[in-house]
């Protein structure tokens, strides 16, 4: 990790010329620029890493650089959550999130894996109301009907389960929202 970061730190360090005739051209790019470089260039690092299943090695840079970036780095939070879930921490994986929501309220991605996080963990009725408020922001994305469904189910409120599921496949036809409305007619 630390020969990786070397590596990114060392070509912020010293950017190619920008040839004359071009925006920017003989003068020095500023340094916010080299922090959002360094940033996404870490991001990059991380989504290799999180792809190739290196979920370790992954969440010790996503430490380090959320140590260095007071955890502002929404991408590096929004992994770090996915490998709290997927080791089954849900609560650490909540919280983070939660973090992400707050860096981007419109981001419908968070919020839609604020409200998963709360249904594994039983809180069904908080679930809906995610997904609502994420629902508010893009209409038009299946999954969070489909999700909502699924909490609609565990509440055995299936009339607004079946709506959920219907509205669903209005917008976009899975063969899982299909299952789902299969289970609760039977």
Not at 2 to 8: I, R, T, W
Request: charged share 25%.
């Amino acid at each position: 990790i630390v020969q990786k970061q070397k590596m990114v730190e060392q070509d912020f360090q010293n950017p190619p010329p920008i040839p004359e005739g071009q925006p920017g051209g003989n003068t020095k790019p500023s340094k916010s620029a080299y922090i959002i470089n360094k940033r996404e260039a870490c991001n990059w690092i991380i989504h290799q890493l999180f792809l190739r299943q290196e979920y370790d090695e992954c969440f010790n840079l996503i430490n380090e650089a959320l140590k260095g970036g007071a955890n502002k780095s929404e991408y590096a939070l929004f992994t770090k959550a996915l490998i709290f879930r997927m080791k089954g921490n849900i609560h650490e994986s909540l919280e983070c999130f939660k973090q992400c929501h707050i860096l981007n309220p419109n981001n419908t991605e968070c919020q839609k894996q604020v409200g998963k996080a709360l249904y594994l963990l039983g809180k069904h009725k908080a679930a809906i109301d995610v997904y609502e408020s994420a629902e508010s922001i893009n209409p038009n994305d299946w999954e969070i009907y489909y999700q909502k469904g699924l909490s609609y189910v565990s509440l055995k409120e299936l009339d607004l389960a079946i709506e959920s599921f219907q509205k669903s496949n209005s917008i976009q036809k899975h063969d899982i929202t299909y299952i789902q409305l299969g289970k609760v007619y039977t």
